[in-house]
């Protein structure tokens, strides 16, 4: 690390260019001695969310073999995490992974690495985002530069290390890029039907109509669908309660 004074300060965000899209992670430890350390990642199809878990997740396995402050929280902008950790995972757990209304818990491979990973006397602290908290803002910097395909210069530890402003992303009108943003979206998305399908999750009307790119004048017409019906690989079948559920058509 090059640095063996304690941990003082603890933050991370995620971010997705597009919800499902590409994604970025940020986060950063601050410690007594003035240095920092920022660390991030991307991901080519994920959620907005599931950038938030791997930020804390990330983080939680850094912090583990590090002098910490007894008063060190983690300070995050989602609820999602601060309420899945902090109220939701017990019940979870007893439910054998079940929401309270009997679906499967999303991102279940994320929430079990980050119940595995919990830092004895670390809790989760929740800030305002894009409210002017320097960390938060730091961290989200990070993660959006990732998010857009950049590569963000980061704070190594060291002496009064000082945090530095995330490099922008290209544009995307660089003739470097490796794949339209159309098609990378489209390639989001369909990585996203097959984890849906996988997991056999239901979506309700609105969720199908954004996966599948209807309009919203025409929910009404998906939600008096009674049969099958195929989208690309996979077939839309319902669920009942006016849910639906995608699996792999015959010879996808």
């Known amino acids: 690390m090059g640095t063996s004074s304690r ?3 603890a933050a991370c965000d995620g971010a997705c260019s597009g919800n499902p899209g590409p994604g970025g992670w940020g986060a950063l430890l601050k410690f007594e001695d003035g240095s920092v350390k920022e660390m991030g990642g991307y991901a080519p199809a994920t959620t907005n969310n599931r950038m938030e878990l791997t930020a804390a997740l990330e983080l939680m396995r850094e912090l583990k073999d590090l002098p910490r402050h007894p008063d060190l929280v983690l300070l995050t902008d989602s609820r999602y995490l601060v309420d899945g950790l902090g109220k939701w995972i017990g019940g979870w757990k007893r439910k054998g992974w079940r929401t309270a209304s009997g679906t499967p ?3 279940r491979d ?3 690495e980050l119940d595995g990973a919990r830092v004895p006397g670390v809790g989760l602290q929740h800030v305002r985002g894009h409210s002017g908290h320097p ?8 993660a959006v530069a990732y998010s857009r395909g ?3 210069t980061l704070a190594s530890p060291g002496p009064a290390a000082k945090a530095t402003k995330a490099e922008p992303a290209p544009q995307e009108s660089s003739l470097d890029d490796p794949a339209p943003k159309a098609l990378v979206q489209l390639l ?3 990585e996203l039907a097959d984890r849906l399908a996988a997991g056999g999750y239901g979506l309700t009307a609105v969720e199908l109509a954004g996966l599948v790119e209807r309009p919203l004048n025409q929910l009404a017409q998906l ?3 009674q049969e099958p019906w195929r989208w690309r690989d996979w077939m839309v079948e319902p669920a009942g309660e006016g849910r639906w559920k995608l699996r792999r058509g015959e010879g996808g």
């Open 223 to 225: 939600e008096g669908r």
């Open 135 to 142: 960390d938060n803002d730091r961290c989200d910097a990070i």
């Open 188 to 190: 989001s998305r369909l």
């Open 7 to 9: 941990v003082v300060l």
């Open 110 to 112: 994320l929430w079990e």
């Open 105 to 107: 818990v999303l991102n």
């Open 150 to 152: 950049g590569s963000p």
